[in-house]
């Protein structure tokens, strides 16, 4: 994806108000992220680890979602697969919970989905990190093939989130 600025990032998120958006943890190293390499801009907030966010462009115009996330202290070691992604990381999935967008949101409704509690399904996909051990099944797609299919099942959680 294109890098995106600080200001992007705040002004992408769909199930935020407005002081949320204000006052969200944004990182400082976003110049250092590998950009060309991700499918979404995936972090979490050092100070309230069970904080979660990402922010994806799929046609180009910016979509974010603030998540909510065990700590990694209350994550049982189990390992699941990701939704996002289909990897097993060794590291774990987590369940992530995103408030819906707007009066649903408001009334307390929220959607859960798993995914790679580091959020680095972009870098397992193309092997920049090794997520251990048996993680990835074994298929015939290509590389392209995978990534389309990563962020279409990212492209439907957000459409639940706003639905
Ligand atoms: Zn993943």
Redesign the pocket.
Known sequence: MKQLTEQELRAAFVNCTKGETKRLFVPRDLADRPWDDLDYLGWRDPQAPERAYLVTAPDGHPRGLALRCPTPSAQQPRRNM?S????T?ADG?ALMVARKAGKAGQQGNSVGTY??ADL??SL?LRGRKDPGPGARMQESLTLEEKIDR?VANLVAFLDRVTA
Do not use: D, F
């Not at 996002?84 to 990897?87: A, E, H, R």
């Open positions: 990701c996002m992604c289909l990897t990381p999935v995914i790679c680095a399904c397992y990563t």
